[in-house]
């Protein structure tokens, strides 16, 4: 039998079933051959140095951005993620976060609540039709929202690393040229060392005084700092965020702005999505243990 770590924030729906194939451990024990952690999670080469039986780590997310994958490679550990299955509920809640940022919907509830329709009506909003939606990482959850988007009547625009020739949807060399383009920049991209701090005082400043930031891709694509001085300083218009740089721990000034619409990373947070994730999760771990192909191994 398999001695196998499983994080302790995985949900019991996951360890539940995980605890049938193998030995489980809450901590990291040297005889364990397999590893499963929740996504964006941090694995030094250190905590990993101490693992010497470790074979497979299977990544309870699509963002595998914590995981050392030359180190991992080196060993001959394979790593495996969630994708696919997450992709329409994180594009579901970037679409969120664009009306909700555009139409003032938090601020728009936070009124009614108050009691404040009594003495008067809200200020006009802004319409998405005709807008520019620019996409920072158009993979699978960057089409996902551009096809959303697209249905709001919004024109679409990307950047990556590379054109890709077969979208209706034109590309941008650069990123900065990009968010002069947009109304909304939205980020959907991995994160890691490559992408940080992608988005920055300069994008932002091109993004503009009518410009609006969604950020559902990992928090360390977005300055917090440069987001926060742009925001106080009326060089953006508004921010949609899912995801920080310190989760769970929010900037201030951010909490305080009432131009920012603040969600708790729950791009993928549905009985349904985290279902299928687990299912993915057993499904490699599982194949793994028998000696058979992995289903969804990240290369
Ligand atoms: P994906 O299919 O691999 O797409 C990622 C896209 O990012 C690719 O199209 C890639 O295009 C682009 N990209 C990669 N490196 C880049 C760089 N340095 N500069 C610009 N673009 C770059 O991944 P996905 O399934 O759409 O997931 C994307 C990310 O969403 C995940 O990695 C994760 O961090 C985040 N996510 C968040 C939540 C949440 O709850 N908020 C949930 C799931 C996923 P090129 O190769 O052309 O550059």
């Avoid at 003032?104 to 329709?117: C, D, H, I, P, S």
């Avoid at 953006?236 to 989760?247: M, P, S, T």
């Avoid at 549905?270 to 793994?288: C, F, G, K, S």
């Amino acid at each position: 039998m398999s001695d196998l770590f499983l994080h302790p924030v995985l949900p019991d729906f996951l360890t539940g079933p995980l605890q049938q194939l193998g030995k489980a451990h809450r901590s990291p024990e040297a005889s364990c051959e397999v590893v499963v952690v929740p996504g964006g999670l941090s694995l030094s080469t250190t905590w990993l140095d101490a693992l010497p039986a470790l074979r497979l780590i299977s990544v309870f997310g699509v963002g595998f951005d914590g995981v050392p994958l030359e180190y991992c490679r080196k060993r001959q550990i394979a790593v495996t993620n969630t994708p696919d299955v997450l992709t329409d509920d994180v594009a579901d809640i970037a679409t969120a976060l664009v009306l909700m940022t555009s139409r003032n919907l938090g601020e728009a509830e936070r009124f009614t609540r108050a009691g404040r329709w009594l003495a008067g009506s809200l200020p006009l909003a802004h319409a998405l039709r005709g807008k520019t939606a620019g996409i920072l990482g158009m993979g699978r959850i960057g089409k996902a929202i551009a096809q959303r988007l697209q249905a709001h009547g919004m024109t679409i625009a990307y950047h990556g690393r590379r054109a890709q020739p077969d979208l209706p949807w034109p590309w941008c060399s650069s990123l900065r040229e990009l968010a002069r383009q947009s109304d909304f920049l939205i980020a959907a991209c991995p994160g890691g060392p490559e992408t940080l701090h992608l988005v920055n005082a300069e994008v932002l400043a091109a993004l503009g005084p009518q410009g609006t930031l969604i950020n559902i891709a990992r928090g360390s694509v977005v300055d917090s700092n440069a987001l926060v001085r742009a925001l106080q300083d009326g060089r953006i218009r508004a921010a949609g965020l899912d995801v920080y740089e310190q989760e769970p721990q929010i900037p201030q000034a951010l909490l305080d702005c009432p131009r920012c619409v603040l969600l708790p990373h729950v791009g993928s947070a549905t009985h349904e999505t985290r279902q299928a994730m687990a299912d993915l999760v057993l499904a490699n771990v599982r194949a793994h243990l028998r000696g058979e192909a992995l289903i969804t191994p990240v290369s």
